[in-house]
């Protein structure tokens, strides 16, 4: 089975519309600040000749199995082991001034929910890891055998967005003081054994606080929060960035850099704009666009994407 198979980007065709723009002139660079198996940047590559590509990851699988698929672009592509708060170094490291077009394409991969032994998956029995790069850090399973029940409700209320999230705490507790808990599959029947049945119907129990774990093992919303003001500064007038997010906790942050951006700071009450105070970024799409039907049913996982796009109008410097 090829990489195609296993891997459809999300909303390709809308991503290149966006960021085509400001990768057509010669030399223009192009950031994949979340890489994953390759599947928006070899689009790009073929799509803009001239594009020079710098991809972006954290995990060490996801590196080598892009650089097999994009070895056929030679010299025109820079891989990068980084979280992608740094985008800057990244860049500098890379021998790159600027960035002309930037992708994030947040959350999980498709690599790491759908290998088994990641852990990332509820519906799969695997140790709890949970680390997008698995050479440092903490597990889940670290953080379920030491945070304490209010650490532990306070993740799953604030990154799951867990109504549950102290009854789930404090099951949790319970029944690692009987035996360790170190894979999905064992976490997975505490929290069905610790749910209500009619809250049963709403949703797999697991759900939201695997999604919670995740977050917390890979501080994706600080990570996200350095990220993406970093990402802006690195454009010149006329880059654009692109954010694919899929939950909401992400898709806030991200609005609010944007729209942060895009406003004017001009003091109340002046009667005209003054230059230095005029926005340094538009917003290129209204609100977040979603995938049509037709993606979402012919790719899942498309279903809860969240697109918003920026151009960078003028320089700061």
């Known amino acids: 089975m090829s990489l195609r ?7 390709l065709d809308r991503c290149v519309e966006i960021l085509a723009p400001a ?3 010669e030399g223009a660079v ?40 994009l070895a056929r672009f030679g010299d025109r592509v820079t891989l990068v082991h980084t979280v992608y708060d740094g985008i800057a170094e990244a860049l500098e490291k890379s021998g790159v001034p600027a960035a002309d077009g930037i992708l994030f394409d947040l959350g999980v991969s498709s690599l790491q929910l ?32 030491t945070y304490g029940e209010g650490d532990m409700r306070r993740i799953f209320e ?29 976490l997975v029947e505490i929290l069905i054994a610790a749910t209500p ?17 995740r977050i917390e093992v890979n501080r994706e919303l600080s990570v996200l929060e350095r990220a993406i003001p970093a990402a802006m500064q690195t454009l010149p007038v006329g880059g654009r960035m692109v954010v694919l997010a899929y939950q909401s906790l992400e898709d ?3 609005k609010r850099e944007f729209v942060k951006a895009a406003a004017s700071t001009t003091p109340a009450g002046l009667p005209v704009e003054l230059p230095e105070h005029a926005p340094k970024f ?24 969240r697109l918003r796009a920026v151009e960078r109008l003028r320089s700061t410097k």
Do not use: C, W
């Open 5 to 11: 198979d296993i891997h459809t980007p999300v909303l």
């Open 23 to 25: 990768l057509t002139r």
């Open 30 to 69: 192009f950031v994949d600040a979340t890489l994953g198996m390759g599947g928006h940047s070899e689009a790009f590559l073929e799509r803009f000749e001239n594009v020079h590509l710098v991809g972006l990851d954290r995990d060490h699988d996801a590196l080598r199995i892009a650089g097999e698929r």
């Open 114 to 145: 759908d290998v088994a032994d990641r852990g990332f998956a509820y519906s799969q029995d695997a140790p709890l890891d949970m680390r997008m790069d698995q050479s440092a850090g903490t597990t889940a399973a670290d953080i379920i055998a």
């Open 158 to 186: 604030r990154y799951g967005e867990e109504k549950l999230a102290g009854r789930y705490a404090r099951a949790i507790i319970a029944a690692r003081a009987q035996t360790p808990i170190e894979r999905s599959g064992q």
């Open 197 to 213: 049945y009619a809250a049963q119907r709403s949703g797999h129990p697991a759900k939201r606080v695997f999604q919670a774990l």
């Open 252 to 254: 806030r942050l991200v």
């Open 282 to 305: 538009k917003l290129l799409v209204k609100g977040a666009e979603m995938a049509s039907e037709t993606e979402r049913e012919t790719n899942p996982r498309a279903t809860p994407v």
